[in-house]
């Protein structure tokens, strides 16, 4: 199974991520915790990334292409999928890893995008811990409009390439990976 995970901050990403790769027995592969490994190893990818984190600018697509190609598509030919949470993270990003899957028959099979409302978001994540500066109201509101702002082309093209699958992701947990589970499984099948 190799998929691709969109979800705004609170909609429980890594969380379904993580079931979604453990009950398809492929590695989930979270540009996050990549950047920061390549960040700590100071590999020379890791220290291009730390000029740029460190004047608290965006990480360039090309470099966020060129670190996690290996990773997917070593991903896709020692297990025979991928969970990526996080990348994609912008339509040239996308249609970059849309080329790597067509030149190495890797392609993503599904893109599970996780929706709720933004009440439902704002108060998941104002609940996450009291005493983040990170996790107000009002900094959730700005998170979720950035996020919006950089993720509907992104909604847009993976529903113009027939395998965008949306989930209400404002139920419990156990739920949502329910229904996540039953559309994967049908795309697998």
Same mark, same amino acid.
């Given at each position: 199974?190799?998929v691709?995970?969109?979800?705004?901050?609170?909609?429980?990403?890594?969380?379904?991520? &993580? #079931?979604?790769?453990? #009950?398809?027995? @492929?590695?989930?592969?979270s540009?996050?915790?990549?950047?920061?490994?390549?960040?700590?190893?100071?590999t020379?990818?890791?220290?291009?990334?730390?000029?740029?984190?460190?004047?608290?600018?965006?990480?360039?697509?090309?470099?966020?292409?060129?670190?996690?190609?290996?990773?997917?598509?070593?991903?896709?030919?020692?297990?025979?999928? !991928?969970?990526?949470?996080?990348?994609?993270?912008?339509?040239?990003?996308?249609?970059?890893a +849309? &080329?790597?899957?067509?030149?190495?028959?890797?392609? $993503?099979?599904? @893109?599970?995008?996780?929706?709720?409302?933004?009440? @439902?978001?704002?108060?998941?994540?104002?609940?996450?811990? &009291?005493?983040?500066?990170?996790?107000? $109201?009002?900094?959730?509101?700005? #998170?979720?409009?950035?996020?919006? &702002?950089?993720?509907?082309?992104?909604?847009? !093209?993976?529903?113009? #390439?027939?395998?965008?699958?949306k989930?209400?992701?404002?139920?419990?947990?156990? +739920?949502?990976?329910?229904?996540?589970? $039953?559309?994967?499984?049908?795309?697998?099948?």
């Open positions: 199974m190799r691709i995970m969109l979800a705004p901050p609170g909609a429980g990403k890594g969380t379904q991520s &993580e #079931r979604i790769a453990a #009950r398809y027995g @492929v590695p989930h592969i540009s996050g915790d990549t950047f920061r490994q390549e960040m700590a190893g100071q020379p990818l890791g220290a291009q990334m730390r000029g740029y984190v460190d004047a608290g600018d965006l990480i360039p697509d090309d470099l966020v292409v060129r670190m996690m190609r290996d990773r997917i598509v070593a991903a896709a030919r020692d297990s025979g999928g !991928y969970v990526l949470d996080g990348f994609p993270r912008t339509l040239p990003q996308a249609e970059a +849309a &080329e790597i899957g067509r030149e190495t028959h890797t392609s $993503a099979q599904a @893109v599970v995008y996780l929706d709720a409302s933004q009440d @439902v978001l704002i108060a998941r994540i104002a609940g996450r811990g &009291e005493d983040r500066a990170d996790d107000s $109201a009002a900094v959730a509101r700005h #998170r979720l409009a950035v996020y919006a &702002e950089h993720t509907q082309p992104l909604v847009d !093209y993976y529903t113009g #390439r027939g395998i965008l699958i989930i209400d992701a404002g139920s419990p947990v156990e +739920a949502v990976s329910e229904e996540i589970f $039953a559309a994967l499984d049908r795309v697998n099948g």
